[in-house]
C-alpha cells in the first residue's frame, strides 16, 4: 500500500474527504479556540512537512542524506490509518516511541516477541520510509524481572540425599469445624477433626490447600503429601497449579492411614491450590491433614567476600587497600612479589621513632559496603614484619575518619614467618556504617624502622542461607551473553532494514562523584541516580563496568547487523541523551562529559573496532514567556550545536517537543494557551531548526525528529501531560508551531503576509 499526498492541515475530514467540508470542520474546531479565525486561515498554505526538506535537498542546503522524522506509537502505525498517512505524507523517518524497547519485546522467561516489530518493518518498507531504532541499550524499560534473576543468588548444589523439606503449605483438619475452601458443587464435611468426603453419586472435587507461593523461576518439584485413607483400595487425581495451568497426578489411598504423595514439576503460576478429584471413585476418603513441600539445600554459613583483588593481582586496580605513611598521603597498595606461596604482597613502612602509634597505619576498605552493627564479618590474610611486634585494630569510616578504637578479636602480632589470620566476629556497636578496618602500625613507636607484610586479604559478610551470590564476573558473563542475545534478536527481526540506532541510551548522569571533572555514568551503586530509579531501572553499566557496557553494545550490534543481512557501510550507532543544552547545567558540562565518555567508549583500532557515528540530542525544551529566560536558553542551544559541530560526529535532534511556561513560571496546558503564546512557541521552532541548519555542517546533518505530532492527553502517565508538545492539536489539525516548524525547513513565513 503506497501512501497518498493527503494534506493534514485540515483534521480528520480532510483524511476522509479532500473537500471543502475541510474548511467547516477547521472553522468549527477554531470557533473555540480564538476570536480571531483569520489568524489560521494562512496554514492552509503550507505544504506537508517532507516537501520542504526535498526543496532543502534539491537547492544544496542540507545534507542530501537528511532525514525529518517523527516519533509514534508502532502498533497505531501498523493500523494502516490516520497516523500511518500522517507519518507518510509529512516525514521520511520514523521512531518508535516503545515497541523497539527491551521490556516491549523480552518476556519473564527471557524469550522474544517480535511480531509488532516485525510488522512495523515490513509496513515501513510498504509505505517508504526509513526507521531509526530505539534503543539497544538502556537502563530504563528493561525487563527487570528477567535480568535481575539471571544474575540472582544460586541455590547451593548438595548430594540429593542432603537436601532438606521446606514446608509451603500445611492444612491441619483437626482445627477446624467446616469446609474452609471455595465450593465446586460439592462440600466435604469436617468431623472429628477429619475431612471426610463421600461420593455424591456423580463425578466430583474439592480444594484441599489455597494459595501456597511457587518460585517459577527456581524450577522447583512442589511434593503434595496426605494423611489418608478411604473405605476401599483406589486411587484419586490430585491437581494443583492455578485456574487455566493446572497440573494433575495419581495418588493411592488405602483402608488404612498412610501417608501418600504426589510429585508436581513445571508449575507455571506464582500462586496454586491443591484440589483433591476422586471423580467416580465410590467409596469414602478421609483426610487428616495435607501438605505442600519442596527440597532445597540446607541453611549453612554463606561467605561473600567484600573487597575486590583480595590476591593482588598488579594488572587490577587496589582501591581496597589504603597506605598511610606518616607525612605522605594517602595511597592505594602496590602488589610486588614475595608473598607466601608464590602470591603477591602488599609491603607498608613504619619510619622509626613514631611520634604516634598511627603515624603509619593500613586499611582494608570496601567503599561500595557499608557495615551495620552486630553485621557478622570473617577476616583473612597472610602477614609478617621485620620483627616481631603486636598491632591495633580501628573502626573507621573512610580511611582516616576514625571511629572507634577496637575492631578486630584478638588483634594480629606480626612475626618474622608468613602466617595466617583469620577473624570471625560482629561489627561493634560503634562501627555502626563503617567501611574500613585500620590497622596501626607503629605499636610501641620502636626506635627502628619496620616493614610491614599484607597477602591474600579478603573480608567477608557472613550470612545464613542456601544460596549463593554470583560473583561479579559471573554477573558480566551472563549479562554480556544477555545483551548480545537481545541485540542479535532484534537485529535479526528487523532484517538489515533499520541501519540508524540509539545504540546507548542515556547514559550520563548530572554528577561528578569522582572528582576528575566530568559526569560519572548513570548508577544504581554509586549514587548517581534516586533510590526510586535504582530499584526499578536496571543499569548495565554497574555489572558490565563504564567502559565495556557501550563497547559491548556497539559491537554486538555492529556484528549482528552484518550477520543479518545488514550492510556494515550503511550502519549508524548514535549515543543519545537529554539536558545536552546545558540550560540547567553550568557551562554544558553534561554535553561536555559526553564527548569525553565517547572519546573513553571508541576503540577505532581494536580488533573489533569500536566506533560511534552520531549524537542525539534529545530537545525535550520549553518555551518561556520570560524573555531573559527565553534568550540564555536560545542562546545555550546555539553553544550546544557549536560543540556538537566540533566532534565532526552526526547530529540528530532526536526527541525534539516543546512545553511552554508563562512569566510566572507556570506550565500552561494547551487548553490554557494564548494565540500570543502559541506564536512564541512557532518563533522558537523556527529558531532551533534553523540554527540547526546554520552550526552543524552539512557533512554531519542527520536528521529532526518530531517527538510528538499532536499535543500530549491530558491524562496520567502521559508523556509532558496536557502540555503543547505537538505540531497539530488533538484533532490533527495544524497549529501555529506547524509553521513555525515548517519556516525551519525554508517554507515561506505566511503569516507576515496575513498579517499584512
Known amino acids: ?431 555502626d556504617g563503617m567501611h574500613a578496618i585500620a590497622f596501626n602500625l607503629n605499636k610501641g613507636k620502636e626506635s627502628t624502622a619496620i616493614d610491614y607484610y599484607f597477602a591474600d586479604i579478603h573480608w567477608y559478610t557472613v550470612e545464613k542461607g542456601n544460596k549463593i551470590p554470583l560473583t561479579d564476573e559471573e554477573k558480566k558473563d551472563t549479562l554480556t551473553w544477555a545483551m548480545g542475545k537481545w541485540i542479535d534478536g532484534m537485529m535479526e527481526a528487523t532484517d538489515g532494514y533499520v541501519t540508524s540506532w540509539d545504540v546507548v541510551n542515556e547514559a550520563i548522569s548530572g554528577v561528578d562523584k569522582d572528582g576528575d571533572g566530568f559526569y560519572d555514568l548513570q548508577s544504581a551503586t554509586r549514587g548517581t541516580v534516586s533510590p526510586d530509579d535504582a530499584k526499578n531501572n536496571f543499569y548495565w553499566q554497574d555489572y558490565l563496568g563504564d567502559i565495556d557496557y557501550v563497547r559491548t553494545a556497539v559491537r554486538d550490534a555492529r556484528k549482528s547487523f552484518a550477520k543479518h543481512n545488514g550492510d556494515p557501510s550503511k550502519l549508524k550507532l548514535f549515543i543519545n541523551d537529554y539536558n545536552l543544552e546545558g540550560y540547567w547545567d553550568k557551562q554544558h558540562d553534561k554535553l561536555k562529559s559526553l564527548i569525553h565518555w565517547i572519546g573513553l567508549w571508541e576503540d577505532p583500532n581494536a580488533e573489533e573496532p569500536v566506533v560511534i557515528d552520531g549524537i542525539g540530542t534529545q530537545m525535550h525544551v520549553t518555551c518561556y514567556g520570560d524573555a531573559t529566560k527565553q534568550a540564555k536558553l536560545q542562546s545555550d542551544i546555539e553553544e550546544m550545536f557549536k560543540l556538537l559541530a566540533k566532534t565532526g560526529k552526526l547530529v540528530k535532534i532526536s526527541e525534539l517537543d516543546m512545553a511552554y511556561e508563562d512569566e510566572a513560571g507556570t506550565s500552561v496546558t494547551f487548553d490554557k494557551m494564548t494565540e500570543e503564546q502559541h506564536k512564541q512557541m512557532r518563533s522558537f521552532y523556527t529558531f532551533i531548526i534553523q540554527k540547526y541548519f546554520e552550526l552543524i555542517p552539512q557533512a554531519q546533518q542527520y536528521g529532526i525528529t518530531q517527538w510528538c505530532a499532536t499535543d500530549s492527553p491530558d491524562t496520567t502517565g502521559a508523556w509532558r501531560k496536557g502540555c503543547p508538545t505537538g505540531l497539530w492539536d488533538s484533532n490533527y489539525l495544524r497549529k501555529h508551531t506547524y509553521a513555525g516548524f515548517a519556516a525551519g525547513l525554508g517554507a515561506p513565513e505566511y503569516w507576515k503576509e496575513n498579517a499584512e
Not at 515497541?99 to 522467561?109: F, P, R, T
Not at 527487570?144 to 539471571?150: E, Q
Open 1 to 431: 500500500m503506497k501512501l497518498k499526498n493527503i494534506n493534514f492541515g485540515l483534521g480528520l475530514v480532510a483524511l476522509l474527504a479532500l473537500s471543502s467540508c475541510a474548511d467547516d470542520k477547521f472553522s468549527e474546531y477554531r470557533t473555540d479556540m480564538t476570536k480571531n479565525l483569520k489568524e489560521y486561515q494562512y496554514l492552509n498554505n503550507y505544504e506537508p512537512l517532507k516537501k520542504y526538506v526535498e526543496d532543502m535537498k534539491a537547492s544544496g542546503k542540507c545534507n542530501p542524506d537528511f532525514k525529518l522524522g517523527i516519533a509514534l506509537a508502532a502498533p497505531d502505525f501498523n493500523k494502516q490509518e490516520l497516523v500511518y498517512c500522517l507519518a507518510g505524507s509529512n516525514f521520511e523517518e520514523m521512531t518508535a516511541g516503545n515497541a523497539m524497547k527491551y521490556a516491549s519485546c523480552v518476556k519473564n522467561d527471557g524469550t522474544f516477541d517480535f511480531s509488532t516489530v516485525k510488522d512495523f518493518v515490513t509496513n515501513a518498507q510498504d509505505a517508504g520510509l526509513t526507521i531509526y531504532g530505539h534503543t539497544l541499550a538502556w537502563h530504563s524499560q528493561q525487563n527487570n524481572k528477567y535480568l535481575n534473576r539471571i544474575i540472582a543468588d544460586k541455590e547451593i548444589k548438595v548430594d540429593p540425599s542432603q537436601k532438606v523439606d521446606k514446608e509451603d503449605a500445611y492444612t491441619d483438619f483437626s482445627t477446624m469445624t467446616s469446609f474452609p475452601f471455595y465450593v465446586m458443587g460439592y462440600t466435604p464435611e469436617i468431623k472429628d477433626g477429619i475431612l471426610i468426603s463421600k461420593n455424591p453419586g456423580a463425578w466430583y472435587q474439592y480444594f484441599v490447600v489455597d494459595n501456597y507461593p511457587v518460585d517459577i523461576d527456581a524450577k522447583r518439584e512442589y511434593k503434595v503429601t496426605a494423611m489418608i485413607k478411604a473405605s476401599e483400595d483406589g486411587q484419586i487425581d490430585v491437581q494443583t497449579g492455578n485456574w487455566g495451568a493446572t497440573t494433575s497426578q495419581k495418588m493411592s489411598v488405602s483402608t488404612q492411614w498412610k501417608e501418600q504423595s504426589v510429585t508436581f514439576s513445571g508449575l507455571t503460576t506464582e500462586k496454586a491450590f491443591v484440589v483433591f478429584q476422586p471423580g467416580t471413585f465410590a467409596g469414602d476418603i478421609s483426610c487428616k491433614w495435607v501438605k505442600v513441600t519442596h527440597s532445597e539445600a540446607p541453611v549453612m554459613e554463606i561467605f561473600t567476600d567484600q573487597v575486590s583483588n583480595g590476591n593482588l593481582d598488579s594488572s587490577k586496580p587496589t582501591s581496597c587497600f589504603v597506605i598511610r605513611e606518616a607525612g605522605k598521603k594517602d595511597v592505594a597498595g602496590t602488589p610486588v612479589a614475595g608473598g607466601p606461596e608464590g602470591k603477591n604482597c602488599i609491603v607498608v613502612h613504619a619510619n622509626a621513632n613514631a611520634s604516634t602509634e598511627w603515624d603509619t597505619q593500613f586499611f582494608i576498605y570496601t567503599p561500595n559496603k557499608a557495615w551495620s552493627k552486630d553485621e557478622q564479618y570473617k577476616v583473612t590474610f597472610w602477614y609478617k614484619a621485620t620483627k616481631q611486634i603486636g598491632a591495633d585494630t580501628q573502626c573507621h569510616n573512610t580511611p582516616g575518619g576514625y571511629m572507634h578504637y577496637q575492631c578486630l578479636n584478638p588483634n594480629p602480632t606480626f612475626t618474622t614467618e608468613w602466617k595466617k589470620y583469620e577473624s570471625t566476629g560482629k561489627i561493634p556497636e560503634q562501627g
